[in-house]
């Protein structure tokens, strides 16, 4: 037996939809008192077709009255029950002459085979039906009494051969129109470890509708319960593009950025995640729809909850009694008026006001007093989800990335990475590598928020630098390497510390960071920089040439970007005596003989490069012009 279709036409309007086995069941019924051959059978027929007839209105006067259907298996199994009524018009129609002639008999053969089949087939559309009846809880609006069998199916006929289909219709019309909140609750929990099992579970749960469901939950407000079963469902449901894209459709993204505002910490932890999961899975739409509802700002409002609150403090034991009254004095003399706050601390109470109010700008949610009292693991965890959102919400998107420089947010990473570890540390960190990415293709924002008078900038260059330099973690070295050399181009000649760790890194046992850092190096060096001689000169000052030469040793990639490194430094500082002295002529000789001078730039550059170093070490190496390939 084939797996059933749940393909319908969801244009048509379901009372319309279910009118159609109504009239098909009077039209069997008439056909049932007309017959003439097999009576007894066709009176058996009459009476299960009755029974389905009695469902069916039920089922139609509880859909007009309520405008909140759950409308899915309503529509599959009218559809089953319609070409099963169907059937029995057919076949009945048959018995209403008698079988006269020979030739009458073999045109409308009906056998009492054709009738237990069409009996059994009756019975289990009676049986889905009820099922159907006691998921929507129809109680009120169905009234039986003639039926003796009370037994309701926990897995109609219908979904025999595929369970989970029945187990999504349940769950998905208990969230969306179960009486009981824990009810609703305890189903969206069951459609969450649905969509954790596997993919065809979820895209099941997307197929039937339970998307919309689970966003009408997440709005519950009053419960948390609710909120946290309903984003787990959708965390775990939106795991590719199409199924995010069905989540941005059905109008998701506003009601997850409201929700992420105005809600409960343990919620929005919750909420962060999926945002995050949706931004790592569609890149498009989705990352799109999120930063024009603005979701930056409850997020970087999150990660720096509780953050300046220590120098808030600092900044109001400073202001003295004495000083108070001065500067109301002052004020007096001067406007007539009073304020009781000093410049500076009433400068700070903004800014601690615009980025520690926890995201809840509506007055929902939790006070600021409830959301102080949370623990420290909830605190935590809120900004472990907020940091993860950002850092996918800038992957790849210049816009987030400039929205999350506009509201501060480099500032709050930096302070995270320098405070933090784990999981929080590297979420910021990443975040700050896209950011940075991102800014090493755009020079709007490199001019204006990597600017070297730039708090925020200084900041994070710092942690990054920190993090090079002291964090045993391989991750975050290789992403901190990564994004100083995406602000290769910020750094003036002077700015000569952000160079050296990076050398330094060249020697690192670790090849991947020796590599990256190679890579980080060579974008000072690239002739694309306009500072690129003066940071050629200071690399080499800071004794990178035999790591890089040894480094040459290494993987394809450390070879490649080793040797554009190396190219880069002879072309930009030919004349320095660290290159005559470690015989790079010689070894550029040998690497022009290599695979990894496939590489489309290599080869030329090579070529370059050992005609600048011939033109100054010639008395260690001539360089013969016959070799001269540029």
Known sequence: MTLISTTTDEDTPLEEELSNPIQLAERVSNSATESLSFKLDCS????????????????????????????????????????????AHTLLRKCRRRRTSFLHRLVNLVTAADFRKLLSLLEASSADLRWLLSVLHV??????????????LSLPPIASNDPILAWVWSYTATVQMGPALLGRVEAAHEIACLAQDNDRNKKMIVEEGGVPPLL?????????????????????????????????????????????????????????????????????????????????????????????????????????????VQINKDSKQSKGSVSLKPKSYSSYSSFSSLYSDGGSSRGGGQTRKERENESVEVKREVKISCAKALWMLAKDSVMNSKR??????????????????????????????????????????????????????????????RVIKESGDQSLQISAVRSIGSLSRTFPARETRVIKPLVEQLSNKDHEIATEAAIALGKFADPDNFLCHE????????????????????????????????????????????????????????????????HPRLRELIDKAMYHLGLYHGDIHPFRQSSMRI
């Open 404 to 465: 999350i420089t506009e509201t501060k947010g480099l500032l709050c990473l930096a302070k995270l990475i320098e405070k933090e570890k784990g999981v929080l540390q590297k979420n910021c960190v990443m975040a700050v590598m896209e950011i940075t990415s991102a800014a090493e293709s755009n020079a709007d924002i490199r001019r204006s928020v990597f600017k070297t008078s730039s708090p925020a900038a200084k900041a994070v260059v710092e942690q990054l630098l």
């Open 535 to 598: 940071h050629s000169k200071a690399i080499i000052e800071f004794n990178a040439v035999l790591p890089l030469l040894r480094l040459l040793s290494e993987s394809e990639k450390a070879q490649v970007y080793g040797l554009l490194l190396l190219c880069y430094l002879a072309i930009n500082a030919s004349n320095n005596e660290a290159l005559k002295q470690a015989r790079v002529l010689t070894a550029l000789e040998g690497a022009d003989q290599t695979p990894t001078t496939h």
């Open 44 to 87: 058996e027929v009459a009476k299960h077709v009755d029974r389905l007839s009695v469902m069916l209105r039920a089922l139609h006067r509880f859909t007009t009255v309520n405008s909140s259907v759950y409308d899915r298996p309503i529509r599959v199994i009218s559809s089953e029950v319609s070409r099963t009524l169907l059937r």
């Open 139 to 152: 109680d009120d609006y169905y009234d039986d009494s003639n039926n003796d069998d009370d037994v309701v």
């Open 216 to 324: 009408k939950l997440l709005k519950e407000g009053n419960s948390v319960e609710a909120q946290i079963a309903a984003a787990n469902a959708l965390f775990n449901v939106a795991n590719n593009e199409e199924r995010v894209r069905v989540i941005v459709d059905s109008m998701g993204v506003p009601l997850i950025v409201h929700v992420l505002g105005d809600s409960p910490m343990k919620v929005q932890i919750k909420v962060a995640e999926l945002v995050a999961r949706m931004a790592q899975f569609d890149a498009g739409v989705a990352k799109e729809e999120f930063g024009r509802e603005n979701v930056i700002r409850p997020l970087v409002s999150l990660l720096s909850f509780e953050m300046f609150e220590d120098e808030f403090e600092v900044i109001k034991k400073k202001q003295s009694i004495h000083s108070l």
